[in-house]
């Protein structure tokens, strides 16, 4: 019985270590992965489509550049961004634009209208196509922020050319 008992926590502990030699690689892969899907797309959306910009209030300071600048600019990103982020290029930087473009589509376009209790504010937190009935809907967006957030503090990880990068850097160095 007990060389069962052994034997079993044995085998969790080599799955685990086994897990954890690829943590360092696979979730950030998987993670800038998807982000880049999703804001490449949104990016492309925005490259052929017509400018709506210009009927939204933006957050100050954003409401001082002309609308044509904020379409360019938010296109620009999602963009270039999706593809930084699909090889691990400057991550951290275009994990921070991409978390400040995000921020200001809560803003400008996913935060209720008008909201006076929690109550009224989580009913936002929902996942619609439009924000027609004014509760918002911030829930993909703030989804989008969580997962950044290992990006941020963790960096692109094992399998990215930042990483690579960084081990020539320090190999001349």
């Known amino acids: 019985m007990i060389n069962l008992v052994t034997s ?56 001082l550049l002309p609308p044509d600048i904020s379409w360019g600019m938010a296109t620009f990103f999602e963009i270039v961004g999706a593809f930084a982020l699909a090889f691990g290029v400057a991550t951290r930087f275009f994990t921070v634009s991409l978390l400040i473009l995000t921020v200001v589509a809560i803003a ?26 004014g509760f918002g809907n911030y829930k993909l967006p703030l989804i989008y922020m969580v997962m950044f957030l290992p990006l941020l503090f963790g960096g692109a990880g094992k399998l990215s050319v930042d990483y690579w990068l960084k081990k020539y850097v320090d190999k001349i160095a």
């Open 8 to 63: 079993a926590k044995n085998l969790v502990n080599a799955t685990f270590n086994g897990l954890n030699a690829f943590s360092d690689s696979i979730p950030p892969l998987f993670l800038r992965l998807i982000l880049a899907w999703e804001f490449g797309e949104a990016g492309f959306e925005k490259l052929h489509g017509t400018n709506w910009f210009a009927d939204i209030a933006f957050p100050f300071p954003f409401n």
């Open 108 to 133: 400008s376009v996913h935060w209720p209208e008008h909201w006076s209790n929690l109550s009224e504010l989580l009913k936002g937190y929902r996942i619609v196509d439009e924000n027609q009935d």
